[in-house]
């Protein structure tokens, strides 16, 4: 059974609180309407001809045979949609249908729609295209290989899709410091979301007057979705409205913009009947955007008693067939490793390199589990090395609140100390690292998460979120935002923290939510940033609608403003809690002295970029901090390795929900422990080997270990009510531990995930012919990351400064 | 060729003409406007499409809709008593068992036939019963707290 162990300031209501997710009800009675689930009279079926090579010219399409089977209404190709597109300004590489050349087995390639789902997959069989195949560009050695042909461009070359190089310091001499250095290698292998929900859009057009289309769709971006559309489209953005179905499951996989929503949408403006295009599960698993394959190698210095005195990391990425977030997610590997310790001097190398495979993009921790993974396995190396405990080699170096890092993170509160001296005490750490039987092992890593990527996607200096409150003269409240619930809670969120702040329940209150007519902005589910993005609009909204019933309150009733308070569906005098009214009366006297009752709130993030190129990356107003502890049972003759316990610690800064706040934590522990375990995109020459559930392997319930979960409450002051992020951040230190708790129970290192049976089983051996018992990459291809760009550190120095907000 | 099948759903004869290759999910959620039912895999391998066809757990995907005639078939909209939520499902609004909500129905559908066979379930005996369905959102133990919920308020109750 999971514990969450928490305190509410006293002062709150419900916020802090375990109110039922106001989206439950429908969820436990099949009610809640997902994209899939819509149908409009009239509606067509669409479905995409998917490539059947991975790296080819096309020569030829001809869709003549498919245009004339009856029921088929519409056939899309290339040329039809013809504008480049992709999430970020700096990638815009992607067709909604390919064009010339398909880049990956699975890439869309034409689309039909017809007048039932067999009739458009009869239609897709028939369409005729001539490939002539180019050699496939399959790994990280084939993307180096300068003799296999550009992806992106003409001619042979090597695949470089994003390069960056930073160093900040004098590394150098940092390393010139340490009594020991480091180098170590891993890999992280690709993975994918698997949300339960496969991706579905439907799309409706409106000839008159002006000529709109509808878009609904299973997206986390209906901000994004609705600004590619106007552009690949060609329509003005007031032409089209985007609205966000409740998301089956995201984690990154429903990011951006796909070829399905543009095809929907382009079909039924040619057709002008309703287009429904829901993909297969086969076809999610080419959508993917998942996580990239990275090979990286971390160096450290230390001194003799610990101190880390230097950290250079190098990464290469395997992103797949196109950017999405890519020149995102290289920046990311490099980006985070300096909040969780005082690094003095820190240099980063990354490189993306472009594959013949499904495109990677953000998933869950995006761009950060990897570079986690190898820094916290590789200080479990070094505690061991310098003969000290893994965890008093974190509380040696750990960062301290209101720090500027070296790499120009301004990091906030920060609870990690105590996270880890939670999860240390909670899980007898003492008494079983390094005592347990052979065969028994613990593991321990910590982590760091952004609560919000700092700076939008696009540049511009608009809010990141607005949130609009209208109250009903009968009462009712009515919370507008596009913030878009992805099982994440954010709906729920939304609520509580409007109903704390007039008083009232989280089920009083009504949402419209992720509607690009109704709603005002929110940037999307991205980034863990919906809680204080979103949030803090929220209250900033709720806050002055509390200021207008207020105003009116007081002049009715003769009470201070200042003493006047909102709670329990009243307004009453504090000091004489008899003199006030119910929340129905208050509303009536605030209509006719305060009108309208509408109000917003908006939030955009301080400027925290540091001064350098890819300083975009990695800045946040806050983040979240996680300390794991893992307990393995891992059997030496057949290698298999099973999960026994978890304990985790997370720095909430203050919870909102703590149900939502305990699921996101568990969960966050059930998709680390898959990948680190079992999951992973298995390619044999570019073609993906296990494109079906059962074949790409995720935990079930017979996997999932009990996990034991505690709360550090940091009270940010920026955070809404002191909140910070819990999507994402517990995912971190789990992957590591385990490795590390692999090595305790077997003394063997596998160096990469997923830690299958098959690796242990090899470094037992080595380990018994009395070699390195490790598995993992035994080199870095050479690579030019050229000269770095120097970057000053900022004046206060980490661990040694203290920055004002 | 279509034929009419009657199909026993959540206690209703539902007239229904439909193809005879056409599954009971796709007949459920779009000849007879059941749409609770998700559709998932298509081949058995997720849980998200989990029916109750005489007692007994059954992927409907994997399923005939005219193999299904004369049977009794239940899905998670006739799982609640009138207006009342059934025991299991407010047990899943307090547990938080639902995040994004799309495994549900078909887990729902599970963890009900184990609670009409086994009314006190252990957490192991409820991790074998659902395992065949998954969840991405949850890592299952507040779905496992659920089901334990529910048992023991059903044992009182009875």
């Known amino acids: 059974m999971a514990t969450i162990e928490s305190t509410r300031t006293g002062e709150q209501s419900v916020v802090g609180g375990s109110d039922p997710n106001i989206t439950a009800h429908a969820k436990a009675t099949g009610q809640t309407v997902y994209a899939d689930d819509l149908h409009l009279p009239r509606m067509l079926i669409g479905k995409l001809l998917r490539s059947p090579s991975r790296h080819a010219r096309i020569l030829r399409v001809d869709v003549g045979r498919a245009a004339a089977l ?43 729609a017809a007048i039932d789902e067999e009739t458009a997959e009869e239609a897709v069989r028939l369409i005729e295209v001539e490939y002539e195949e180019l050699a496939p560009v399959s790994s990280i050695e084939d993307a180096l290989d300068p003799e296999l042909p550009l992806i992106a461009g003409n001619g042979p070359g090597r695949q470089v899709n994003r390069l960056g190089s930073l160093e900040f310091g004098d590394v150098a001499n940092g390393f010139a410091r340490a009594d020991h250095t480091y180098e170590d290698l891993f890999f ?31 997206t986390q971006v209906p901000h994004y979705l609705h600004r590619t559309l106007a552009k690949v489209l060609e329509l003005p953005p007031d032409r089209i409205r985007v609205i966000a179905t409740p998301v089956g499951g995201g984690f990154g996989g429903k990011s951006d913009p796909f070829s399905h929503e543009l095809c929907a949408a382009r079909l039924a403006m040619m057709t002008g009947r309703p287009v429904k295009f829901a993909l297969t599960r086969e076809e999610v698993f080419y959508a993917h955007r998942g996580r990239h394959p990275v090979l990286m190698r971390v160096q450290t210095g230390f001194t003799d008693d610990g101190e880390l005195t230097a950290m250079a990391f190098r990464t290469m990425l395997d992103g797949g067939a196109f950017g999405s977030y890519g020149p995102a997610t290289l920046y990311y590997t490099g980006a985070l490793q300096t909040v969780t310790y005082d690094v003095p001097v820190y240099k980063f190398e990354g490189v993306r390199l472009l594959t013949n495979k499904p495109p990677c993009g953000p998933k869950r921790g995006h761009g950060t589990p990897q570079p986690r993974f ?22 040696k170096n750990l960062i301290e609140p209101y720090t500027m890092t070296v790499n120009h993170m301004r990091v906030t509160t920060c609870g990690l100390r105590e996270c880890v001296e939670t999860v240390a005490e909670a899980s007898g750490w003492r008494e079983k690292w390094g005592k347990l039987p052979r065969g028994r092992g613990v593991g321990f890593a910590v982590g760091a998460y952004m609560c919000g990527a700092g700076l939008p996607i696009y540049f511009n200096d608009m809010a990141q979120s607005e949130v609009q409150i209208k109250v009903d003269r009968g009462g009712g409240v009515t919370v507008y935002s596009m913030a878009i619930d992805i099982g994440q809670g954010s709906d729920q969120m939304l609520v509580t923290v409007v109903a704390e702040v007039l008083g009232l329940r989280p089920r009083d209150i009504a949402l419209v939510a992720a509607d690009t007519d109704l709603t005002p902005i929110d940037l999307g589910s991205y980034s863990s940033r919906v809680t204080f993005m979103a949030g803090n609009a929220a209250l900033e909204a709720a806050a002055r609608m509390r200021d207008k019933i207020f105003a009116a309150v007081s002049a009715d009733l003769g009470v201070p403003v200042e003493r006047l308070v909102a709670r329990g569906g009243r307004v009453y005098d504090e000091e004489a809690p008899g003199v006030g009214m119910d929340w129905q009366e208050a509303v009536h006297v605030a209509s006719v002295l305060e009108r309208p009752l509408v109000t917003a709130g908006s939030y955009r993030a301080p400027k925290l970029a540091g001064p350098y190129k890819g300083a975009g990356v990695g800045p946040s107003p806050a983040y ?19 999960v026994e ?158 920055v004002g907000l | 060729m279509k034929q009419l099948v009657t199909l026993h759903v959540n206690g209703e004869d539902m007239e229904l003409a439909v193809a005879p290759h056409h599954t009971l999910l796709e007949v459920l959620r779009e000849e007879a406007g059941l749409t609770g039912t998700k559709h998932g895999c298509e081949l058995g391998e997720c849980g998200l499409c989990t029916v109750i066809v005489d007692g007994l757990p059954q992927f409907s995907c994997l399923t005939l809709a005219v193999e299904a005639q004369g049977r009794a078939i239940r899905t998670v909209e006739g799982i609640a008593r009138g207006g009342a939520l059934h025991p299991l499902q407010q ?50 133990l507040a779905i496992i707290d659920a089901v334990e919920l529910a048992a023991a308020r059903m044992r009182s109750a009875a």
Not at chain 1, 88 to 109: F, I, S, T, W
Not at chain 1, 198 to 217: D, I, L, N
Not at chain 1, 378 to 391: T, W, Y
Not at chain 1, 624 to 641: K, N, R
Request: overall charge negative; some cysteine.
């Open chain 1, 70 to 112: 009856p029921g088929v209404h519409g056939i899309l190709t290339g040329e039809d949609l013809p504008i480049l597109f992709g999430i970020m300004p700096v990638a815009q590489d992607e067709h909604a249908l390919a064009l010339e050349k398909v880049r990956y087995h699975g890439e869309p390639v034409a689309a039909v």
């Open chain 1, 188 to 218: 992280f292998e690709g993975n994918t979301h698997l949300p339960m929900e496969e991706h579905a859009a439907v799309a409706h057009w409106e000839p008159e007057p002006r000529g709109r289309v509808t878009v609904w769709s299973s």
């Open chain 1, 624 to 642: 979240s901090y996680t300390a794991a502890v893992v307990e393995v049972d891992c059997d030496p003759e057949t290698g298999l390795v099973e």
């Open chain 2, 91 to 140: 047990a899943y609004v307090e547990t938080g068992a639902s995040q994004c909500g799309y495994c549900s129905p078909g887990m729902l559908m599970s963890a009900l036939a184990l609670l009409e066979s086994n009314e006190a379930p252990t957490r192991d005996e409820v991790r074998e019963a659902l395992a065949g369905n998954l969840c991405r959102c949850t890592g299952y």
């Open chain 1, 374 to 395: 190898a820094l916290e396995c590789q200080l479990d190396k070094v505690a061991v090395d310098l003969g000290l405990d893994p965890v008093d080699l974190r509380l």
């Open chain 1, 645 to 802: 316990r978890v304990w985790i610690a997370h720095d909430i800064g203050r919870p909102i929900n703590l149900v939502s706040v305990e699921g996101q934590i568990v969960g966050s522990v059930y998709m680390a422990l898959g990948e680190a375990l079992y999951e992973e995109q298995a390619f044999r020459g570019g073609y993906l080997k296990n494109p079906t559930i059962l074949e790409y392997r995720s935990p079930t319930f017979l996997e999932m270990p009990e996990v034991e979960t505690f709360l550090v409450e940091t009270d940010d002051p920026e955070g809404p009510f002191g909140a910070k992020e819990v999507g994402q951040g517990p995912l971190l230190p789990v992957i590591p531990a385990v490795a590390n708790a692999v090595f305790d129970a077997v003394g063997v290192r596998i160096d990469e995930v997923p830690i299958s049976p098959d690796k242990v089983v090899r470094a037992l051996r080595l380990k018994e012919q009395g070699k390195e018992p490790r598995v993992g990459p035994k080199r870095m291809p050479d690579f030019d990351y050229g000269e770095p760009i120097r970057v000053e550190p900022p004046e206060q120095l980490p661990g040694r400064g203290v």
